[in-house]
């Protein structure tokens, strides 16, 4: 890690004056955009510094061959072969590449389908990463995640984030927590490349901090910057980890503020539950499904740490997955659970230590477990879970009734009709339902075979409706 920061260093000093030269004359959002495209160019090519072209060109098909989305993959390819071959075209390149990308997302209507891509990607990491060459892993993750800051639709508006796509193929924003946190490193570069004297360390540091808190930051010493960096760094791998499973109705489940990356969450949570692999099995084969609008507990937490758990399901390639946000003091923590592959995404994954990750699975599953089993209720996980010496008091609400739009004050998103000639209708699966009979009716066997893959085993009197489908209405690609 070390090395890749120094090579990015180098390369951020060589090509320094060029970039700024090329962005000169631009309005000043795209000149941040352009210098925060310029920092991923340069860590995408420390990360790949010293990889030979075959190892290179072989590892990028072992990485995607088996995707459905070939035309961004041939994009994204041709990118990181740019960057072996042609480091200066690939750096000066790269802005021109995302608002090429951005633009034919916008044109064509794509929106919905490329965070599908995103969503495949971002599953091969876990998947495949242990198999690969990290280094050349990351490199092209963080090709993907730079293209997020593009697609804003006010692309001058940095003080929001795409967290989403409606099932319209809208794309969703929301505050983008220490948006501007980049911006005194810039101008400290600047500052030491004009060749202005400073002075000693401690007037380096009095810069340092006049710099931050123009933007509203307070630094303290050197170990805040990283702090800094590594709280945007998790709030950015998140927010594109749930992209693809973030529409109008799970829109509460996007984590929207930092989470504290100086915090190791749930590390002294004493768990109880021992046999995790049991009760991933156990979800495999479920009674019912949560709410329309999904569960919500309120946790009483003595030590304060956690607030709340939200919650929600949704279908998600022809498979149910669970949503989750954890309300912490301050800031929030969200991921997804696949009940078929028994896959938890959590940004605390691979981290240094293994209780966060290990706590924070069993407390989520055990939640969800008392909403869908039969076996498992409320009442007996009090006891499974222990912060400060003391047993959680939870307590959970349903969210039921009528789907809810919790994206957009109204579920209208235009009063105005729609000229349907330059409209095609499609559908987007949500969810899906168990229902009850009246007494005396059983559910087909066709409804039992469809419940069960989809992970549920019906009960007397209980049949499984198909996932909802929402008609939507999206516009058709225009002639240029």
């Given at each position: 890690m070390f090395e890749h920061k120094a090579r990015a260093e180098e390369l951020r000093v060589k090509y320094r004056k060029r970039i700024d030269k090329k962005k000169a004359s631009k309005p000043l959002p795209v000149q941040i955009l352009m210098e925060r495209t310029f920092g991923s160019a340069v860590a995408v090519?420390?990360?790949?510094?010293?990889?030979?072209?075959?190892?290179?060109?072989?590892?990028?098909?072992?990485?995607?061959?088996?995707?459905?989305f070939k035309q961004y993959i041939r994009l994204y390819d041709s990118q990181l072969e740019l960057a072996a071959l042609d480091q200066e075209k690939f750096i000066f390149g790269l802005h021109k590449f995302y608002n090429n990308i951005s633009r034919e997302l916008k044109e064509e209507n794509k929106y919905y389908e490329f965070a599908q891509f995103i969503g495949a990607v971002m599953q091969l990491q876990y998947e495949k990463k242990e198999k690969l060459n990290a280094n050349i892993v990351d490199a092209y993750l963080s090709l993907i995640?730079?293209?997020?800051?593009?697609?804003?639709?006010?692309?001058?508006?940095l003080d929001v984030y795409p967290y989403g796509v409606s099932t319209t193929g809208e794309i969703l924003v929301g505050p983008?927590?220490?948006?501007?946190?980049?911006?005194?490193?810039?101008?400290?570069?600047?500052?030491?490349?004009?060749?202005?004297?400073?002075?000693?360390?401690?007037?380096?540091?009095?810069?340092?901090?006049?710099?931050?808190?123009?933007?509203?930051?307070?630094?303290?010493?050197?170990?805040?910057?990283?702090?800094?960096?590594?709280?945007?760094?998790?709030?950015?791998?998140?927010?594109?980890?749930?992209?693809?499973?973030?529409?109008?109705?799970?829109f509460d489940i996007a984590s929207t503020t930092a989470f504290d990356s100086g915090l190791v969450p749930l590390k002294n949570m004493i768990c109880m539950v021992t046999d995790i692999d049991s009760l991933k099995e156990k979800l495999k084969h479920r009674n019912r499904t949560l709410?329309?609008?999904?569960?919500?507990?309120?946790?009483?937490?003595?030590?304060?740490?956690?607030?709340?758990?939200?919650?929600?399901?949704?279908?998600?390639?022809?498979?149910?997955?669970?949503?989750y946000k954890i309300e912490m003091l301050g800031s929030s923590l969200s991921g997804y659970y696949n009940t078929v592959t028994g896959f938890l995404y959590s940004i605390t994954r691979g981290a240094n230590v293994s209780e966060p990750y290990r706590n924070l699975s069993n407390f989520i599953l055990s939640l969800y477990a008392t909403q869908v089993l039969n076996s498992i209720r409320l009442e007996d996980i009090h006891k499974w879970f222990i912060q400060g010496e003391h047993s959680l008091d939870i307590k959970v609400f349903g969210k039921a009734g009528k789907?809810?739009?919790?994206?957009?004050?109204?579920?209208?998103?235009?009063?105005?009709?729609?000229?349907?000639?330059?409209?095609?209708?499609?559908?987007?699966?949500?969810?899906?339902?168990i229902r009850n009979l009246p007494d005396g009716r059983q559910a087909s066997d066709e409804a039992k075979e469809l419940a069960a893959q989809y992970g549920y085993e019906l009960g007397p009197n209980q049949t499984f409706v198909r996932p909802f489908i929402k008609n939507v209405f999206v516009k058709k690609n225009q002639e240029k």
């Open positions: 090519l420390a990360m790949i510094d010293n990889i030979t072209w075959e190892k290179l060109t072989f590892e990028m098909y072992y990485i995607c061959n088996d995707l459905e995640l730079q293209t997020l800051e593009y697609l804003r639709p006010d692309k001058f508006n983008y927590p220490l948006a501007y946190s980049d911006m005194p490193v810039i101008e400290y570069e600047k500052i030491i490349a004009s060749g202005k004297n400073i002075g000693g360390p401690n007037e380096h540091i009095n810069l340092i901090k006049g710099l931050y808190a123009k933007y509203g930051i307070t630094i303290s010493d050197a170990d805040d910057l990283d702090f800094i960096q590594q709280t945007q760094m998790i709030h950015c791998n998140t927010a594109t980890s749930m992209f693809p499973f973030i529409n109008e109705y799970t709410p329309s609008n999904g569960v919500k507990f309120e946790i009483a937490d003595p030590t304060g740490e956690i607030q709340g758990v939200l919650l929600k399901e949704m279908v998600y390639n022809g498979t149910v997955h669970m949503l789907l809810k739009d919790v994206y957009h004050s109204s579920p209208a998103t235009s009063g105005k009709a729609r000229d349907l000639e330059h409209y095609n209708k499609e559908e987007r699966q949500i969810n899906v339902i």
